[in-house]
């Protein structure tokens, strides 16, 4: 009896472990993950966190054979963009969870329905050499004469950031698919991703860019010879959300990550690592503007989702790429 009921107690207890950790999968850089982790669980302290980290299409590969196996891992996703989490949302892989934390956010920044929600702001603006002629103000100067072979940006083949900022011009009434064109017929380069973007314009290779905002303001601090310019049609953005699994072991858990990384005190720590908050009412890092100085332009994650296939199409077609 006694064997028995000490076997019970393990169970029970083991039980209780499980009830009490919950599994991330993050597209965040490690150092960030680790602060984020830490901070959750030092607010949540009854609660683990047991976290991989990877890039979002590896992650997302990873989860698939996970979901094909019977066996996905995650109880909270944290990765770069909205378009892919409407993605997993329409094919009923996330839960809905209503957040009291929204609504302290713009409407615009979550899912209606709860599936998901962003936690920061990463915009994608204008990079310039220092020793460039001329500085930009708007989009429209990327395509003026005389911008010919001197302008790179990453390519939405290549990059998520860039799919959703192709997304966002083409749908704008003053640039549409019109700028793209021109883009191309003035030989702008279109390749890889923001990293080798930043590095064409701050090398001198390129006077002019499109690249992510913190990219830019954080290596000028630091003595690169570049300035970020926000666009006066305004800027594109991917938010980082969060979400909670369908298949999630520990509902509770994962809903108590969710409103801790859009809490205050969650949101402090994404201004604390310099990057823009979503929640209304913070401040911005250094080097940044205002934060109602900062325009955003219209983007429809379940539009882009629809449009995806047939946008990077259109964008091979003109720029010749594969």
């Keep these: 009896m006694k064997t028995v009921l000490t076997s019970t107690a393990f169970a ?32 949540n302290p009854d609660t683990e966190v047991e976290w991989v980290r990877d890039g979002t299409t590896q992650l997302l590969a990873r989860l698939r054979a996970e ?26 892989l996330l839960s809905a969870y209503q957040s009291p934390e929204a609504e302290n956010y713009d409407a615009a920044l979550y899912s209606p329905d709860g ?3 962003s936690t920061k702001l990463i915009t994608t603006g204008i990079i310039y050499n220092t020793g460039a002629e001329t500085a930009p103000t708007s989009w429209a100067d990327l395509v003026e004469p005389g ?5 790179a940006m990453p390519s939405p083949l290549y990059s998520g950031a ?14 549409g698919w019109d700028y793209y064109e021109s883009l191309a ?25 499109m690249v992510v905002d913190f990219l830019t303001i954080r290596n000028k601090a630091d003595g690169s010879p570049v300035e970020f310019v926000f666009p006066e049609e305004g800027v594109s953005y991917v938010t980082e959300p969060v979400a909670i699994m369908s298949s999630a072991d520990n509902m509770e858990g994962a809903q108590k990550f969710v409103d801790f990384v859009l809490s205050d005190e969650g949101q402090q720590l994404v201004l604390d690592m310099g990057y823009i908050p979503a929640r209304d009412g913070m401040g911005v890092p250094e080097g940044f503007p205002a934060r109602d100085d900062i325009q955003l332009m219209d983007f429809d994650p379940a539009e882009a989702l629809e449009n995806a296939e047939a946008n990077l199409a259109r964008f091979s077609e003109i720029f010749g790429a594969e």
């Design 185 to 209: 017929a003035n030989e702008a380069r279109a390749q890889g991703g923001n990293g080798g973007t930043f590095q064409a314009v701050a090398s001198g290779e390129k006077p002019y860019g």
């Design 67 to 92: 979901i094909e196996a019977g066996s996905p891992q995650p109880d909270v996703l944290l990765i770069a963009d909205t378009v892919t989490l409407e993605g997993m949302a329409q094919e009923g």
């Design 12 to 43: 029970l207890m083991a039980s209780t472990a499980m009830a009490d950790t919950i599994t991330l999968y993050t597209s965040q850089p490690n150092a960030d993950a680790q602060q984020t982790v830490d901070a959750f669980m030092a607010a």
């Design 162 to 175: 860039a799919l959703i900022h192709l997304a966002t011009l083409t749908g704008h009434d003053s640039l």
């Design 147 to 151: 911008m010919e072979g001197m302008v």
């Design 115 to 117: 599936y998901y929600y």
